[in-house]
């Protein structure tokens, strides 16, 4: 009986040691499981870290640009309202010109008319009518620039407007902008 009690309990620790080892190795196992969804788990939340951050960055980046483009909006808008101004002071100067020779043109349409009523010779009515033509001509001219001096101020304000709007949406445009267009700003 002894040596099969021997062979029992050699089998008992046999059977002890394959379950032991078993479980070790189990053990080991799901050790290795956890280590790796605890790496994994680690990874994600540094991909999602890297990703935050990169989001913010591109919301910082975006909101720097609006800003940059909200000021050079507010800058146009400014250098346009003085534009306008200058414009304005041009036409408002073109006009008074225009008023002030309409004025000369009248005072001597009323001299040259008081001379002919004084009677005088054939030959100054004759040089009187041409000169009163040629006042004519002259008022007519005069009316025709002032007109075109305030389409052209008005339409070239339009251009320095659209064009300061393309440098704020477009900054790449502001390599075509040239010195001469500069300049008429």
């Given at each position: 009986?002894?040596?099969l009690m021997?062979?029992?309990?050699?089998?008992?620790?046999?059977?002890?040691?394959?379950?032991?080892?078993?479980a070790t190795?189990?053990?080991?196992?799901?050790?290795?499981?956890?280590?790796?969804?605890?790496?994994?788990l680690?990874?994600?939340?540094?991909?999602?870290?890297?990703?935050?951050?990169?989001?913010?960055?591109?919301?910082?980046e975006?909101?720097?640009?609006?800003?940059?483009?909200?000021?050079?909006?507010?800058?146009?808008?400014l250098?346009a309202?003085?534009?306008?101004?200058?414009?304005?002071d041009?036409?408002?100067?073109i006009?008074?010109?225009?008023?002030?020779?309409?004025?000369?043109?009248?005072?001597?349409?009323?001299?040259?008319?008081?001379?002919?009523a004084?009677?005088?010779?054939a030959?100054?009515?004759?040089?009187?009518?041409e000169?009163?033509?040629a006042?004519?001509?002259?008022?007519?001219?005069?009316?025709?620039?002032?007109?075109?001096?305030?389409?052209?101020?008005?339409l070239?304000?339009?251009?320095?407007?659209?064009?300061?709007?393309?440098?704020?949406?477009?900054?790449?445009?502001?390599?075509?902008v040239?010195?001469?267009?500069?300049?008429?700003?």
């Amino acid at each position: 009986m002894s040596t099969l009690m021997n062979i029992a309990i050699g089998l008992v620790i046999a059977v002890m040691l394959a379950l032991g080892f078993d479980a070790t190795r189990e053990h080991w196992r799901e050790q290795g499981r956890e280590e790796v969804r605890a790496e994994c788990l680690r990874a994600d939340q540094a991909r999602d870290a890297l990703a935050t951050r990169d989001a913010l960055a591109r919301a910082q980046e975006q909101r720097a640009k609006e800003q940059r483009m909200s000021e050079e909006a507010e800058k146009n808008a400014l250098e346009a309202t003085k534009r306008e101004a200058v414009l304005r002071d041009r036409l408002a100067a073109i006009v008074r010109s225009h008023d002030g020779l309409q004025r000369e043109l009248a005072r001597r349409d009323a001299a040259s008319s008081d001379r002919r009523a004084a009677g005088t010779c054939a030959a100054a009515d004759a040089e009187a009518d041409e000169a009163a033509t040629a006042r004519g001509l002259l008022g007519a001219c005069a009316g025709r620039y002032r007109s075109m001096a305030a389409g052209a101020a008005s339409l070239a304000e339009q251009v320095m407007g659209l064009q300061a709007h393309v440098l704020v949406v477009q900054p790449q445009a502001a390599a075509l902008v040239t010195p001469e267009i500069e300049e008429a700003r």
